[in-house]
């Protein structure tokens, strides 16, 4: 199985930028895709972005233009850079990993965003 840990979050000024990472280990030869989701206080959990073992990413329509996803699997890591950060992208972000087979996503604990206006 797979597990993931995010790291990277804190505090920023709006129009700031802020890189998150994820870091792989276990059944990491096995990973399908990578991904971020994340959780604002009092709203439904939000997909951001996906990337493939094989490099194809895809956004989530409103952020696309602002946050890129990125991918350094062979050594296990998975990176968003968030650009132009607005008050609104405050959240809880998760890393998600996925194997091939339709295993269930693995979920990270989640990195704190909080950007100030």
């Known amino acids: 199985q797979v597990q993931v840990v995010e790291s990277g979050g804190g505090l920023v000024q709006a129009g700031g930028s802020l890189r998150l990472s994820c870091k792989a280990s276990?059944?990491?030869?096995?990973?399908?895709?990578m991904g971020w989701y994340r959780q604002a206080p009092g709203k439904q959990r939000e997909w951001v972005a996906t990337?493939?073992?094989?490099?194809?990413?895809t956004y989530a329509d409103s952020l696309t233009g602002r946050f890129t996803i990125s991918k350094d699997f062979p050594n296990n890591m998975m990176y968003l850079q968030m650009n132009s950060l607005k008050s609104e992208d405050t959240a809880t972000y998760y890393c998600?990993?996925?194997?091939?087979?339709?295993?269930?996503?693995?979920w990270g604990q989640g990195t704190q965003v909080t950007v100030s206006s």
């Open positions: 998600v990993a996925r194997e091939f087979g339709g295993a269930p996503e693995t």
């Open positions: 276990g059944r990491t030869f096995h990973i399908h895709y």
């Open positions: 990337i493939t073992r094989d490099g194809v990413a």
